[in-house]
T-cell receptor
């Protein structure tokens, strides 16, 4: 699976928009980009997934440039409850049994 | 109506003991996994099962043995526990795959193992 690089940590105040960028220079044609969120003492939880351009759901937006070598997770108006570790993953999820390869993630701390 | 459940949630035991962690998913998924998250919060795949068949076995000591009695269950048995086995163990499941696009994994709440 393509290796990803993302910031170790980020801080934000409540109500601000948070953008977390992930680099994946070796992304392959069949690879999707997936973001997971992990709260303390819980398992990772799927946030959003995309292949190209922009994807938006009720939780976040995912921006993917044309070359797909990076992606940006955007969290609008964060609250204290968004404090978590956010993982960017890249891989060919259609290959059947490919496990997820988690990097170290970005620890987001939301401050009141 | 928990999708992926694990028992126990906490497990404290002595070195050298044998213990098991159970995982059950009620999502009808074909593939199940075990991950280990160590003290540095690095999440690593251990095993992957597809319809009760072992598909992936990463570099894990032989003391760890997964067992899948049916496709809804994937248990993890650990023999001769060592201090370094202390970690949080997560079970996960996903559908086999779908051609329309990528799918996601669903994680259990984790089992916190502490070996003394």
């Amino acid at each position: 699976l393509a290796k990803t690089t993302q910031p170790i940590s980020m801080d934000s105040y409540e109500g601000q928009e948070v953008n977390i960028t992930c680099s994946h220079n070796n992304i392959a044609t069949n690879d999707y980009i997936t973001w997971y969120q992990q709260f303390p003492s819980q398992g990772p939880r799927f946030i959003i997934q995309g292949y190209k351009t922009k994807v938006t759901n009720e939780v976040a937006s995912l921006f993917i440039p044309a070359d797909r070598k990076s992606s940006t997770l955007s969290l609008p108006r964060v609250s204290l409850s968004d404090t978590a570790v956010y993982y960017c993953l890249v891989g060919d999820m259609n290959s059947g049994n490919t496990p997820l390869v988690f990097g170290k993630g970005t620890r987001l701390s939301v401050i009141a | 109506d928990t999708a992926v459940s694990q028992t126990p949630k906490y497990l404290v035991t002595q070195m050298g003991n044998d213990k098991s962690i159970k995982c059950e998913q009620n999502l009808g998924h074909d593939t199940m996994y075990w991950y280990k998250q160590d003290s540095k919060k690095f999440l690593k795949i251990m095993f992957s099962y597809n319809n009760k068949e072992l598909i992936i076995n990463e570099t894990v000591p032989n003391r760890f043995s997964p067992k899948s009695p049916d496709k809804a269950h994937l248990n993890l048995h650990i023999n001769s526990l060592e201090l370094g086995d202390s970690a949080v163990y997560f079970c996960a499941s996903k559908p086999r795959y779908r051609l329309a696009g990528a799918e996601t994994q669903y994680f259990g709440p984790g089992t916190r193992l502490l070996v003394l």
